[in-house]
């Protein structure tokens, strides 16, 4: 997700360059976090996996803690979706920061902060 005002190519971290080496993802900015709040994303952390009939099979986190890499339930509930396993669960906790402001869907948490920065 990019809030406005970020500078060009912000997002392209460490994180998304490894997620675009993944076969098969394609990995798209998600300006003003339109996306997120379409969906209900409301955690820099969740994970949302959808069936190609637009099912929801999963939402949640899928990392044991906030910056945790490894083994932990979210990941095993992707992991069996995507190899058509047996489903121990479809939710998990999520761990991240707030992508919005209480009671605004559009407004980021960046943007308040920037906002603010210049009043």
Same mark, same amino acid.
């Given at each position: #997700?990019? /809030?406005? &005002?970020?500078?060009?190519?912000?997002?392209?971290? *460490?994180?998304?360059?490894?997620?675009?080496?993944? /076969?098969?993802?394609?990995?798209?900015?998600?300006? !003003?976090?339109?996306?997120?709040?379409?969906?209900?994303?409301?955690? *820099? =952390?969740?994970?949302?996996?959808?069936?190609? %009939?637009?099912?929801?099979?999963?939402?949640? =986190?899928?990392? &044991? *803690?906030? =910056?945790?890499? &490894?083994?932990?339930?979210?990941?095993?509930?992707?992991?069996? @979706? $995507? !190899?058509?396993?047996? @489903?121990?669960? *479809?939710?998990?906790?999520?761990?991240?920061?707030? $992508?919005? #402001? /209480? &009671? %605004?869907?559009?407004?980021?948490?960046?943007? %308040?902060?920037?906002? $603010?920065?210049?009043?």
């Amino acid at each position: #997700m990019k /809030p406005p &005002g970020f500078a060009k190519d912000w997002e392209k971290s *460490s994180l998304w360059r490894s997620a675009a080496a993944i /076969p098969h993802v394609t990995v798209v900015r998600d300006d !003003h976090g339109l996306e997120a709040s379409r969906f209900g994303a409301a955690t *820099s =952390g969740q994970t949302l996996l959808y069936s190609a %009939n637009g099912l929801l099979l999963f939402s949640g =986190g899928i990392t &044991g *803690s906030r =910056g945790h890499a &490894g083994d932990n339930a979210g990941r095993a509930a992707i992991l069996a @979706l $995507l !190899h058509r396993e047996a @489903l121990a669960r *479809s939710s998990s906790f999520v761990f991240g920061c707030p $992508l919005f #402001m /209480p &009671g %605004n869907p559009y407004q980021t948490q960046e943007t %308040n902060s920037h906002a $603010l920065a210049h009043d």
